[in-house]
């Protein structure tokens, strides 16, 4: 990537090239390279891939996918609809309105009705502008944007604006104004089907001559004026004039990673300049490939990890036999510690779990006064808080912190909950060293006929857990728990671009880290029979045959 491709890269994206060290590792080793946040640099959960994107980033991904002819029809359904319309009408009652207009034409009529006309007239004042909450009633420029935002919504119900609204428009159409200003003026009179004046249609593209000496805020803002630029030019009835050469360059070294907004700008201003369609071919590929079920478009640039997940990803290595010490980690707990962001005690337990393990570490003191903490670890293990215990014992092993042996007071066996709570002990204890301390009434004979069934729990981590503490106290593998196993794990095995990942269960078809970290240590300790963890040449392993 060279010339104008670098200077946008440094400019309207978070990254651009390929992560030190990810094309060296194994192919089954990269599936977590996918999982990592632009962002912050830590792993994001799995989940987070089969979530639509927030509903402004959303607008701008269908309305790209339509300009460039690709069909965004969508199947959503009201019941995903409901949460998105929420989400854009708190952050803003009109422009809210308009980032749901994209997902109304692409089908999900939820999204918007004939109430959100009358609300919409409802922010109408007497003078003929829109007032949108959100932004405030002071002066031209909110009120422009505001009213062009109401035009939008209306136009896209079938509904036409007052002229009231047009006579206002009209009246400061003779004044000079900002760039933005006039884009939402000329925008809005063309709503109304009204004539945009040449006082302010008539000028020239912003330069593109001097972007290699613009600083990256003065780079987004140029792209921004020609966006603007575009827009009256369109209002007017008049082709854009611009640099179609620099756009196109900036359009190929930033089509994979640039943000949702800013690449529906490059692409309407280069659709509108007359560009080719094998320019935007990138653009196509990139979003129809975060295409998700129901048509809407995720965006996994918006992603934030956390060091949780990252823990988790770094246990999964180590129990595959890749290599840990990733740079990018200790990057991005280095950017935490200098911002001063403490966090929740859990947090920073998982912060100095993931720095030993990433870096090989000594034990960070501030993880032994942690996990000494009743506060922090309980010292009595009930069914109620064996799963809080378990993964903070997890953490406090990972950072190399001991830990006292918890009080465990037995509780019967008889529900899926109580079962996997002692399960849960178990596997606590052992990874945390204890296993000597593990109650005597916890059983592989009590967890046997539970073991046996997976239909009985909530989850495919539930359930690898009881199998797990069942094996460890001695309960045989023999065909009829192989069979169980086919059916409660490696039936759930896999996601897109996640083929060794395991999903939750239970309904619920994303893959998870912890799932996985469950299945990968149950394997791990039957020795590998069953195939569920990948090899250490980083070959997704085999399935085990289930008889």
Known sequence: MTGIGVAVCAALLSACADTPGQSERAPAARQFDL????????????????????????????????????????????????PMRGEALSASPLWGRTWLIPLHRSGARSALGTDDVEAVEGLRTKGGWYV?????????????????????VLRALGRQGSSATADWLRALAGTPRPLDESAALASALRLLDQPVPTTLTTFDAPRT??????????????????????????????????????WEAVLRGGAPNLSLEHLYQLVHILKAAGSPASVFLPVVERLESDRLDD???????????NPDASLFVERLRALAGWPLGDRRLVAALDREERTGTAGEVTERLSRAALRRVAT????????????????????????????????????????????????????????????VSAATVTI????????????????????????????????????????????????????TMRGALGRGVTAYRGCAGLPDLYQVGGGDHACDLKTTWGVWALDRQLDGTMGWVPSRSGESGERAEVR
């Open 35 to 82: 999982l990592v946040s632009q962002h912050n640099g830590y792993h994001y959960p799995p989940f987070l891939r089969y979530q639509p994107a927030a509903p402004e980033a959303q607008s701008y991904a269908l309305r790209t996918l339509s300009e460039l002819g690709r069909g965004a029809g969508t199947n959503v359904s009201a019941e995903r609809v409901a």
């Open 132 to 152: 949108d909450p959100a932004l405030g009633d002071d002066g031209d420029a909110a009120r422009l944007g505001a009213t062009w935002a109401a035009l939008d």
């Open 209 to 246: 001559s001097d972007w290699a000496t613009l600083t990256p805020g003065r780079r987004t803002d140029r792209l921004s004026d020609t966006y603007d630029y575009v827009l009256i030019q369109e209002a007017g009835g008049r082709r854009p004039d611009i640099d179609r050469g620099t």
């Open 295 to 305: 048509g809407t478009v995720r965006d996994p640039h918006a992603y934030l990890g």
């Open 360 to 419: 090989d570490g000594g034990v960070h003191e501030q993880a032994r006064h942690l996990c000494v903490d009743p506060e922090v670890l309980p010292r009595a293990v009930t069914e109620r808080n064996a799963t809080l215990w378990q993964r903070t014992a997890l953490d406090c092993a990972d950072a190399g912190a001991e830990i006292a042996t918890p009080e465990v007071p037995p509780w019967k066996l008889d529900t899926p909950a109580r079962v």
């Open 428 to 479: 606590g204890m052992t990874d945390a060293g204890q296993r000597d301390a593990i109650p005597p009434w916890i059983t592989s004979r009590a967890l046997g006929e539970w073991a046996r069934e997976p239909g009985r729990f909530l989850s495919v981590y539930d359930y690898t857990l009881v199998v797990r503490a069942y094996s460890l106290l001695g309960g045989a593998v023999d065909a």
